[in-house]
């Protein structure tokens, strides 16, 4: 059985890591974005149909590696050395949208250990609030969130230097730059103080 000592493993989240996730998956999905917005300009939109058509086909992977694309980036750019705190108003938003950052943080690690894909602390621009959600998958979310911390959960992102998923977010938790997420915040409020007369608030 292969120990973590084992020197073919990269070190958890060292560069060399992540390199190869970038290799494995956002790099490739980037190709593909091209390749499907190409087909796209010729794809039949005359012979149509719900349960499967060519239109259908392309337009639900090009969300699913556009969204790829995003959330890999916003993940990559999430990571950070250890030592990193979140600015006082982002302290102070998961203080009173979770009662403390321990509160926060115990359920954003349950989260990562029962999501199959994604684990992102957003922004809702429709009422301003914090929220932790998962995904199984690139193309699931909520439409007006706008995601501050992204957590790739998929095994590819830890498997190869990590014995355990838990291993995994444990080390990602005190490597959150925490810095790029608290300027995430301002920005999605920014937009928020701005689009407030534009929606109206249903729930
Ligand atoms: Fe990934």
Redesign the pocket.
């Known amino acids: 059985m292969e120990t973590g000592g084992s020197t073919n493993k990269p070190s958890g989240l060292s560069r060399e890591h992540l390199e190869e996730?970038y290799k494995?998956?956002?790099a490739v999905h980037k190709a593909k974005i091209k390749e499907i917005e190409a087909r796209l300009i010729r794809a039949d939109t005359a012979c149509v149909d719900p349960t499967y058509c060519t239109l259908r086909s392309l337009k639900k992977e090009y969300a699913y590696v556009l969204n790829?694309v995003r959330?890999?980036d916003l993940?990559f750019e999430n990571i950070g050395e250890p030592g990193s705190r979140p600015s006082p108003e982002l302290q102070s938003l998961i203080e009173q949208f979770f009662g403390s950052v321990q509160e926060w943080e115990k359920q954003f690690f349950a989260l990562a250990l029962c999501a199959r894909g994604w684990v992102v602390l957003g922004f809702d621009l429709r009422d301003g609030k914090l929220r932790n959600y998962f995904t199984d998958d690139h193309t699931e979310g909520v439409w007006s969130v706008l995601p501050l911390l992204v957590l790739?959960v998929?095994e590819?992102?830890y498997c190869t230097a990590f014995q355990t998923r838990s291993d995994y977010v444990e080390k990602f938790l005190k490597r959150v730059l925490w810095e790029i997420v608290s300027r995430r915040l301002r920005a999605a409020r920014e937009v928020f103080k701005s689009i407030q007369r534009c929606f109206r608030v249903s729930s």
């Open positions: 996730h494995l998956y956002p790829s959330l890999h993940y790739d998929y590819h992102a």
